[in-house]
């Protein structure tokens, strides 16, 4: 097998699994319980949130452990609304957001739309960035939230994070930064960002562990009743060993070290393709997008065909994210940069560093040989 969708999981290290390990079986109590089994569960978590907050370059009071990058987009705009909303009129407000956000800042944002909220959805440009500009002319004068990511998951392409920052500092508003995609190539915004999350199966980590960045004295309010973990933020048993084994990941993935590999063979597969298919054309921007990703749109082919078609030669690619498999809609992002033609036959293929340059040859050979065959029908 090949796998070539990196971006929508990764395995898990083994160096991980030996850290996590020991609280599945003998440091397995409840991190909240007063006794002897609960202490050292405590102190384990203790440890993951320093080492999170150490990475992150913030106080560990500002790191919030939760179940992925889904819960944190929710969290993010759902619990800047529900604090907004109790000293606004009649609970109204105006959001920023990215046409290119994950589907859970989307369709959060959508769910707070239905709510009474206002919200301005910003295009990105045929590159796939978000342009301060752009941003800057959304802004008005009941503008209290904003949400732009750091790294697109579907296209890659690297956004102004801190131009974008900026300018909702400079105007008190709340700016959520989705860094899932960016962990290891862009710094943190911890500067910037009035909240930022990352997930630990994106680089190496287990599922179902998330980390969120919120910066202290930010306006935002539990989604969760019933528990007063994570400092009365975010209720419920802390799963111990998945922050720890995110704690773990986190201090590998950040130091980027994977990233001249991957994008050796991401450049690799690019250079071949480009030149050897015919009517095949990058999604985003050439340059500023992250090493792992190469999203493709090959004329006269549906994405979904050349998918199923490399799956029957047990090679692993997308037509985009995880989250929204099984969408029989084209990729929103690239309608958003391209247009539906070009997002109907777009593929994602996101490298990492268990992949070697024979699977990349493998991969192309198979793509040309499948393109070909589609398009002779």
């Known amino acids: 097998m090949i796998y070539l969708d990196n971006a929508a999981t990764t395995p898990l290290d083994d160096a ?33 949130r320093d080492r999170t907050a150490r990475i992150f370059g913030c106080q560990p009071s500002e790191v919030y452990f939760l179940s992925g990058g889904t819960e944190a987009g929710n969290f993010a705009v759902k619990g800047a ?7 606004a009129a009649h609970g109204r407000g105006h959001m920023i957001i990215s046409a290119i956000e994950h589907p859970a800042v989307i369709e959060s944002a959508e769910d707070m739309l239905r709510r009474g909220f206002e919200v301005t959805f910003v295009q990105p440009d045929g590159n796939g960035i ?18 732009v990511m750091a790294a697109n998951n579907e296209i890659g392409t690297i956004q102004p994070v801190k131009e974008i920052g900026k300018i909702c500092a400079s105007r008190g508003i709340f700016y959520y ?10 710094p943190f915004p911890v500067k910037y960002a009035s909240a930022f999350a990352v997930s630990a199966h994106k680089f190496y980590g287990p599922k179902g562990a998330a980390a969120m960045y919120i910066k202290k004295g930010s306006a ?17 048993t802390v799963n111990v060993s998945s922050a720890v084994g995110l704690a773990a990941a986190l201090e590998r993935a950040a130091v980027g070290a994977d990233n001249r590999k991957v994008l050796a063979l991401r450049n690799r597969f690019l250079t071949r393709v480009l030149s050897e298919i015919d009517g095949s054309i990058l999604n985003g921007d050439s340059v500023l997008r992250v090493p792992a990703n190469a999203n493709l749109s090959f004329s006269g082919c549906d994405g979904e065909n050349i998918l199923f078609c490399l799956d029957l030669k047990s090679i692993c690619v ?21 247009g539906k033609e070009r997002a109907k036959s777009a593929v994602r293929f996101t490298f990492g560093k268990y992949n070697t340059s ?10 040309k040989e499948i393109v070909s065959r589609i398009r002779s029908k």
């Not at 500009?133 to 904003?146: G, I, L, Y």
């Not at 935002?220 to 419920?236: A, C």
């Not at 997308?318 to 099984?326: E, Q």
Request: glycine fraction near 12%; hydrophobic fraction near 40%.
């Open 81 to 87: 609304c529900a604090a907004h909303g109790r000293g």
């Open 177 to 186: 930064c989705d860094c899932v995609q960016s962990v290891g190539v862009v």
């Open 16 to 48: 991980v699994f030996e850290e996590m390990l020991p609280y599945f079986k003998t440091l397995y109590g409840n991190s909240q319980s007063q006794h002897a089994v609960g202490r050292a569960a405590a102190e384990g978590l203790i440890s993951a």
């Open 220 to 236: 935002i309010s539990p989604l969760l009743s019933g528990g007063m973990q994570e400092r009365g933020l975010r209720g419920g």
């Open 318 to 338: 997308s037509t985009g994210s995880a989250c929204s498999a099984g969408a029989v809609t084209p990729s929103h992002v690239v309608t958003a940069v391209a």
């Open 358 to 367: 024979a699977e990349v040859d493998e991969t192309v050979e198979a793509l």
């Open 130 to 147: 978000i342009q301060p500009s752009e941003v800057e002319r959304a802004v008005r004068d009941d503008t209290f939230f904003c949400a």
